[in-house]
């Protein structure tokens, strides 16, 4: 099935300049970028991005980082996006993320523990994604 989901490449992915080694696996999956630009995050939008998880402890961390330097947000589409990004980026802590996906390969020792920094964002469902990309393309 035909889906959209949305990919953020989050600052440390920008920072340590994996931005086109990201897109050449997502594109190397068989998956479009139909649409993409580089921002910064807003409050509104990092609270928005993370509202599930709004009252978590690390609620204020997440929002804080994602807002802490530029990212690239990405429409990703083709064939089952939703579950193909998700296994490309591999699990949420990057410690625990297996060889081959972006998370496990790309992981870095990071310093802070107090928040995950995972180098990549994607919509863990159908219904996200839809809800995700109207908040950075309107």
Known sequence: MFEKTLVII?????ERGL?????????SAG??????KDI???TE??????????????FEKIVEYIMSGMVKVMIVDGEGAVLKMRS???????QKAPAGTIRGDLKF???????IKNT???SDSVDSALREIRIFFE
């Open 45 to 58: 939008q990092a609270e928005r991005l993370y509202a599930e998880h709004k009252g978590q402890p690390y």
């Open 10 to 14: 989050k600052p440390d992915g920008i």
């Open 31 to 36: 998956l479009n970028i139909s649409e993409q």
């Open 120 to 122: 990549i964002h994607g």
């Open 109 to 115: 020792d990071n310093p802070d523990k107090k928040v």
């Open 88 to 94: 490309l980026m591999g699990p949420t802590d990057p």
């Open 40 to 42: 910064y995050i807003t």
């Open 19 to 27: 931005a086109s080694q990201i897109i050449s696996r997502i594109e």
